[in-house]
């Protein structure tokens, strides 16, 4: 029944901007934390950013600055808006939600963001 759809990554510039989306089903999505991660082929997953049910964030240092979670709870969907994009940025993005004492959910497909000229 837990599922989460990762969308709107895709082909941007250096120094653009993309807002991914992550539509969540069959938790009780408000009183999860949400994340972002990212991974290159070969290169370890890593956490991006992170929202608290409080709407408390933290984000890795290199996207501190450039990157924004936020999150809507009426449409269970957690959103990553990035601007000033950089090549090291290129990677497969997906988000997970996690909760004390509750089960942790699984990963979904992704989404691709590129960042090239």
């Known amino acids: 029944q837990v599922r989460l759809v990762e969308s709107g990554g895709g082909l941007v510039q250096p120094g653009g901007s993309l807002r991914l989306s992550c539509a969540a089903s069959?938790?009780?999505?408000?009183?999860?934390?949400m994340e972002w991660y990212r991974q290159a082929p070969g290169k370890q997953r890593e956490l991006v950013a992170r929202?608290?049910?409080?709407?408390?964030?933290n984000y890795k240092d290199a996207v501190k600055g450039r990157f924004t979670i936020s999150r809507d709870n009426a449409k269970n969907t957690v959103y990553l808006q990035m601007k000033s994009l950089k090549p090291e940025d290129t990677a497969v993005y997906y988000c997970?939600?996690?909760?004390?004492?509750?089960?942790?959910?699984?990963w979904g497909q992704g989404t691709q963001v590129t960042v090239s000229s």
């Open positions: 069959g938790i009780i999505f408000s009183i999860y934390t």
């Open positions: 929202i608290f049910s409080s709407g408390s964030t």
């Open positions: 997970k939600g996690v909760r004390v004492g509750f089960t942790a959910t699984d």
